[in-house]
Each structure stands twice: as C-alpha cells, then as structure tokens.
C-alpha cells in the first residue's frame, strides 16, 4: 500500500492529483463526472491519487485571478461517495479553514491514513487553525501519516525552504508534495539545498499540463515560475499540449537523476489544473509516460 511504501521510503513512486468537482453540481452531474474519473484513475494505476482540498488564495496574489473561485466537494465524500476506486488517496487538509474540534472530527471521519497539512496562504490572511496545532492533532491519529508542501519559488525567495521541512519533520511530517513546476532551474537549487539539508523523506516532485496560454496563464498566477524561455518554446509549438508535456518530462529526468545522484527520495505527482478534455487526457498519458521514466 501507498503508506507502507512512504514510510519504506520507497522511490520512483508516480501520484495522479486531482480537485474534485465543485459543490454546486446537482447529484446527476455529480455521478457522471465520478464515472467518468472512476474509469481514468483505474486504467493509469497510479500508486496513489491526490485529492486536493481548495482554498481562494486570492490573499497572496493582488492580480486578477484568471479563472472565478469555487468550492468543491470535499476529498473524502468525493473518495468515499462518488469514486469506485482501489487506488489509495492522499487528502490534501487546509488546515486554516477548520477550527480544532471540526479538524479532528475531519481526520476522525475519513477514510484515508495519508494528509498533506497545507497553511495559510498568507501571512496576512485570518486563520482558525494554525499548521503547527493542526500537526498536533494529527499526532493523536496512530495510523495516519501526514505530509507537508515545499514550493521551490519560495525557497527563491527566501532560502530557507529545507529549514521549514526539517521544522514539518520534527512535527511529523513523512513526505512533502511540491508546487507545480516549469522551472527546472529553480527546482534544481531547491532540491541541492535539500541534499545538502540531508532530507531523506520522499519528495513528490508535481507537474501539471498546459494546453493553451490561458492555462499557463493560471498556472503562473498560481505562483508558479515560468521561465522566459519555457514560455517561448510553448508558444513557438505546432502543439501546445504536446509541448508542455515534453518539457515536463526534460525536466523530470533531468531533476531525478540529480536526485539519485545526491541522496535524494524523488517521486512524481501529476496532475491538470483545468478541467478540458485534451488537458486531463495528456495528463493522464503524462503519468504513464513518467512511470516508465521512472
């Protein structure tokens, strides 16, 4: 199972993410996308999926978000109710959104053993729950393991990216997902600051699909670099899809030998930010594709 393998720190692992569908759809609509991903995540056989728990992170960028907000449906009644999966799920836990009672009510009710903790994204937005106690009370759960984010960009920023995993790994924390990524470089000292850190626990390393230049657009706004040259590639493309699907698999090679190279525990987690037919389909075979990678 996708715990064992965790806490065996086992490599190469590939996880297919993915939000599930917004709150507002009615029942009918609601089973037919279920279906439709119920079908998907068997036939990629992934060895874990991502369910993702949204948050508006308008707080931590002042420009225009480029596509509206909206709620979805919870991780574990989009697990427990709607999919008819084997494949284990990591639940992503915005740990800012619940207050101490609810959080562990969460963790109580569900039916996955693997969270990922995430914070505030902002220093400045108003939390019910900070991620240091919302670490605590997933303590008190023997069978579940718990992960944290690492972004790259903010390592660019502020260098101290590995000093806040060490901090998650004393608090808990098994395993880290990182934020999307497009820039192989940046990628590429954070993950040499993990080495010299010494940070054995797994690293899923995220990558999303681009179809268009709106997507990348979001994805940017997202908080994800884009470096010039990327950007000018996708666009000089005959297939925009296609394209960002190969830079991602450049970068995932480059990024995992450099990681078995240096003591590092990589894996990937690959997901599509948009929900557009060819955008979701080229994930999909982006993930079958890195499992041969791996």
């Not at 903790?117 to 937005?125: D, K, N, R």
Request: aromatic residues 8%; glycine residues 6%; contains cysteine.
């Amino acid at each position: 199972m996708l715990k064992e393998k965790i806490l065996n720190k086992e490599k190469g692992l590939v996880l297919y993410g993915l939000t599930p569908p917004k709150a507002e759809f009615d029942e009918a609509k609601l089973r037919e996308i279920s279906e439709r991903w119920t079908g998907r995540i068997n036939d990629i056989k992934a060895d874990g999926l991502v369910l993702y728990e949204v948050q508006d992170e308008s707080e931590r960028n002042d420009s225009e978000r480029t596509f509206e907000f909206s709620g979805t449906l919870s991780p574990e009644i989009y697990y427990k109710k709607y999919l008819n999966v084997a494949t284990p799920s990591i639940f992503y836990r915005v740990a800012s959104g619940y207050g101490e009672d609810e959080f562990r009510a969460a963790l109580k009710a569900q039916n996955s053993n693997l969270n990922v903790l995430v914070g505030a994204t902002s220093s400045t937005q108003k939390v019910r729950l900070n991620l240091a106690r919302a670490y605590e009370i997933a303590s008190e759960f023997k069978e579940l393991v718990v992960g944290g984010v690492c972004i790259a960009e903010r390592h660019a920023k502020k260098g101290d990216e590995p000093q806040r995993m060490r901090e998650k790994i004393a608090a808990g924390a098994k395993f880290f997902i990182s934020q999307a990524i497009f820039d192989a470089q940046l990628a590429r000292k954070f993950l040499e600051d993990c080495a010299a850190e010494k940070i054995s626990e797994p690293i899923f390393l995220t990558f999303s699909t681009a179809g268009n230049p709106k997507t990348l657009e979001f994805i940017k706004w997202l908080g994800v670099s884009v470096p010039s040259a990327v950007e000018a590639r996708l666009n000089a493309s005959e297939d925009y899809l296609a394209q960002s699907c190969e830079i991602i698999k450049e970068i995932w090679c480059e990024l995992k030998k450099f990681g078995d190279e240096n003591g590092l525990n990589l894996s990937a987690n690959i997901e599509s930010v948009m929900a557009k037919r060819a955008e979701i389909e080229a994930s999909l075979e982006l993930t079958k594709s890195i499992r041969e990678l791996v």
